[in-house]
């Protein structure tokens, strides 16, 4: 089944809602006069997270490939976008995405353009993303009567400077020193995804210097790597079981997390667990973010 043409569906309905892109073709939040190009773009945004991520099943990656690898699947017109050329208009996989800037789910035009502002960056956004849905943090809510970001910053300010303004605030500091760091690393992506010239540098919670996507791209993949295959595979198997992730089920996501990290071995992990082979009552599909 997994090299079958029925993988799109698993690719998208997982895959693409785990990583918050699910409905990315229809997103009508963009300002159309800062961003004029976005409409005719985002159906191919979505559909090279689709594909790359048909790719990785089909292919046994390892879901470390999420982060690192340094391939994806464009069109002409997407090229044109992320600012290089191919031959000739179809989809085709093309490589050396690291010296291009990208790599992975932290370079998707997908992913960084739905973390943002109509017509501005938010490290807020992003690094919120990150931390919940990359590395499974929990987050308390946002407090009441908090102050709320302007559109667009005033004009003696950069977004940076107004969101680290904004995050001095007593309600607001706690949080914003878990999340802003991230997102301060990929401020080098305007609201739509596309690189732009902006200050990168900034100190992750645990005091960890970092210089922009490559670097924020090493730090999870040795620091952080348990928490992100931690939360890729209570995710996957949420979403097999149809249910929500329950404290019994911890040895098998250890065991998941333990293994060789292909995603068949963790397809098939699951579906020899007595967790699938008992399921009974299936009748939803849990929430994959």
Known sequence: ???????????????????????FATLDEKSE???????????????????????????????????????????AELAKYYGFQVKGD????????????RGGILGFAATLAKQA???????????????????????????????VLPEEAPSDLTERQMIERHSRDANCSGCHRRIDPFGFALEGFDAIGRAREAETKTVLPD???????DDLRRYLLSTRRDDFLHQFSRKLLGYALGRS???SDKPLIDAMVKSDHRLGTLIELIVQSPQ???VRGRDHIADAR
């Open 90 to 101: 179809d989809w085709q996989r093309v490589t050396a995405m690291h010296e291009k800037g």
């Open 207 to 213: 005091s960890t210097h970092v210089n922009g996507l």
């Open 1 to 23: 089944m997994l090299t079958s043409d029925k993988v799109r569906r698993l690719a998208t309905e997982f895959g693409c809602q785990w990583l918050h892109v699910r409905d």
């Open 117 to 147: 502002g109509a017509s501005r960056n938010s490290a807020i956004l992003r690094g919120t993303w990150l931390t919940e849905v990359v590395l499974g943090e929990k987050l308390p809510s946002q407090p009441k009567g908090g102050p």
């Open 276 to 278: 699938f082979t008992q």
């Open 33 to 75: 006069r800062h961003f004029p190009s976005f409409v005719g773009l985002r159906a191919d945004m979505q559909e090279e997270v689709t594909r790359f991520l048909i790719d990785l099943i089909q292919d046994n990656r390892s879901l470390l490939s999420l982060l690192d690898t340094d391939h994806t699947f464009v069109n």
């Open 245 to 247: 992730v329950q404290l």
